[in-house]
Every structure is written in structure tokens, then in C-alpha cells.
Nanobody, 120 residues
């Protein structure tokens, strides 16, 4: 099992910045990709950004150019730098880790979520 603990959410004005961090513990050797998802009220959870162990990144179109995901494999952390925040970025943000056993997918682990609120 992998445990994920997020930090860094909060309230910010539109145009401002926030940095989210997530630390993994437990069976960290099984982690392949890590990332961030978000869920706004009344909407489905959606991908924000992901990063593989090798550093390959993927972003939702809505955040490209504004958000940057980074990862420190030695510290088992993943971060999300969010700049030029918009009201529509308001959501609960969840850290995610995709676990593998060799070449076989084992499952996803999720953090408890951290609230990001952007006031317009």
C-alpha cells in the first residue's frame, strides 16, 4: 500500500499562485507515475497533470502554460506549482500514485484531497 499526504491548498485571489505538495510513504518502490487530479462541486474528477518516474509530463489543456508538475524521486514527493490561477481552478485537488508490480498494473492510490479556492 501507498499513503499520500497533500499540503499547500488554500484561498487565493485570481491571478495569484499556490504550490501543492504530496509526500508518498509505504510501498513507494511500486510507484510509477504520480499526478494531480481535481474535482469541483457537481463535476467529475479530472486529470490536472501527471509525471512519470522518468520525468515525462502530461497536462490538461486548461492548465497548460500555467501549472508545472515536478517530482523528487529521492524524497518521494510530487509538487504542483499553480500560477495565474482562475476562478474555474477552484476544486479539491487529489494526489495520485499509480502502482505497478513489474510490468503489471496493481492499482491507484489517492490522497485525502486539499481544497483550492480562487476568488474572482
Amino acid at each position: 500500500q501507498v499513503q499520500l499526504v497533500e499540503s499547500g491548498g488554500g484561498l487565493v485571489q485570481a491571478g495569484g499562485s499556490l504550490r501543492l505538495s504530496c509526500e508518498a510513504s509505504g510501498s513507494i518502490f511500486s510507484i510509477n507515475a504520480m499526478g494531480w487530479y481535481r474535482q469541483a462541486p457537481g463535476k467529475q474528477r479530472e486529470l490536472v497533470a501527471t509525471i512519470t518516474r522518468g520525468g515525462t509530463t502530461q497536462y490538461a489543456d486548461s492548465v497548460k502554460g500555467r501549472f508545472t508538475i515536478s517530482r523528487n524521486n529521492a524524497k518521494n514527493t510530487v509538487s504542483l506549482q499553480m500560477n495565474s490561477l482562475k476562478a474555474e481552478d477552484t476544486a479539491v485537488y487529489y494526489c495520485n500514485a499509480v502502482r505497478y508490480s513489474g510490468a503489471f498494473y496493481v492499482g491507484d492510490s489517492w490522497g485525502q484531497g486539499t481544497q483550492v479556492t480562487v476568488s474572482s
